[in-house]
């Protein structure tokens, strides 16, 4: 996805004894050797766990006199171990204990186990549509359940065995949906960060030949088109991408942090604007804060991701995530400090495009419309 420069720090002590006359002698710094061969030998199935997430989401249509179709993402919801196809953890140090090269691989093995172990696979749903009516306040109670595999994986990395127990889901259904109508009350004027009836204040990122994983640089363009409502002076900014193998683009504008921390989340609408016929390359979404805190050197994203959402069949989608499910996406040094989003210190939104092939991705052309982000009241 992202590339962040990273680097290892090396802390020398030396500690000098002075036992009657003896000298400390100068030391050599022990650097411990940089991962480089990790290959998986053995994995363990132990048992099968089945769990519930509840995810609420609201929609006020009070004052809209056509209905509206929500696509929910099961990535939305709260519990955030949950959402995770694959649990690692290593002992008592968890998963910061795995290198990241051992972790790629262990990923990979395990999608290969299952995908030939498995002969009932489960069902795997990532979103569901609904149909909220008009003239209404409707509040909706998701429960979804999953299905996850438990065990072990023996692997060696530079020769050295080492274990590390996972949780793998292999299946996601929505169980039940259950919606409660409320009475309509005058709500609390919205907190508009970006009308996006222009392009004015949004900078174009992209990744470029540099870009760790990708062939070739990924091409961004961005413009105004008519926005979700058609109506005059009323428009919304369109990405027109074209993404490589692992490759991303991203429009990004400077927030003022005061405006968000009167916020819970942010909504916004988006559409898949590709023309009939055209290249129509569906893609994940990001929407991300980029923060400066305080003694660190490099700025750290915190955001969410939402895989495969381009593809909304030229249907404006409209969308609410809240700041309780941003996660720290990079750099690792910043984020393995266990870092909480503070927006007190946000610089930075960025709504990106990035091509995730674990996802299903599929790298090409496309276009995405965006429009109207607003604040979502505590």
């Not at 400077?254 to 909504?267: E, F, H, N, V």
Request: hydrophobic share 35%.
């Amino acid at each position: 996805m992202f590339n962040a420069r990273s680097g290892i720090a090396v802390v020398i002590v030396f500690t000098c004894l002075a036992l009657l006359s003896v000298a400390c002698a100068p030391q050599k710094p022990i650097i411990s050797p940089v991962p480089t061969t990790t290959s998986a030998i053995n994995i363990t199935e132990k048992e099968t766990t089945y769990g519930e997430i509840t995810q609420r989401k609201a929609f006020n249509q009070c004052n809209s006199t056509s209905s509206l179709k929500a696509e929910v993402h099961f990535s939305e919801s709260s519990a955030q171990e949950a959402q995770q196809e694959l649990v690692l953890k290593a002992g008592v140090s968890g998963e910061a204990g795995i290198s990241a090269l051992a972790k790629l691989k262990i990923e990979g093995a395990l999608e290969q186990h299952f995908s030939f172990s498995q002969t009932d696979i489960a069902e795997h749903q990532e979103s569901v549509t609904l149909e909220v009516p008009p003239n209404t306040y409707q509040e909706y109670t998701l429960t979804w359940r999953e299905t996850r595999r438990e065990g072990s994986i023996e692997y060696q990395e530079n020769g050295l065995p080492k274990v590390v127990n996972y949780s793998y889901r292999v299946g996601l259904e929505l169980k039940d949906t259950a919606a409660n109508e409320r009475a309509c009350t005058p709500p609390p004027p919205p907190i508009i960060l970006d009308t996006m009836d222009n392009t004015s204040g949004w900078n174009k990122v992209f990744c470029d030949e540099q870009c760790s994983g990708t062939h070739g640089r990924s091409f961004i363009d961005v413009s105004a088109i008519p926005g979700r409502t058609g109506q005059n002076l009323d428009d919304a900014i369109e990405i027109s991408y074209t993404l490589m193998h692992w490759g991303w683009v991203e429009i990004e504008r400077d927030i003022k942090p005061d405006m968000l921390t009167q916020i819970a989340g942010l909504s916004f609408s988006y559409q898949n604007s590709s023309r009939p016929f055209s290249p129509n390359a569906p893609n994940s979404l990001e929407i991300k804060f980029m923060l400066r805190y305080p003694g660190d050197q490099e700025e750290t994203a915190f955001g969410i991701l939402l895989n495969g959402a381009t593809k909304t069949d030229r249907e404006w989608v409209f969308t609410e995530v809240l700041f309780s499910d941003f996660k720290c996406m990079f750099p690792e040094v910043n984020c393995v400090k266990q870092r909480q989003l503070d927006l007190a210190h946000a610089l930075r939104l960025s709504f990106a495009i990035s091509h995730k092939p674990e996802a299903g991705d599929v790298a090409g052309s496309g276009r995405v419309a965006f429009d109207d982000v607003q604040g979502i009241n505590h």
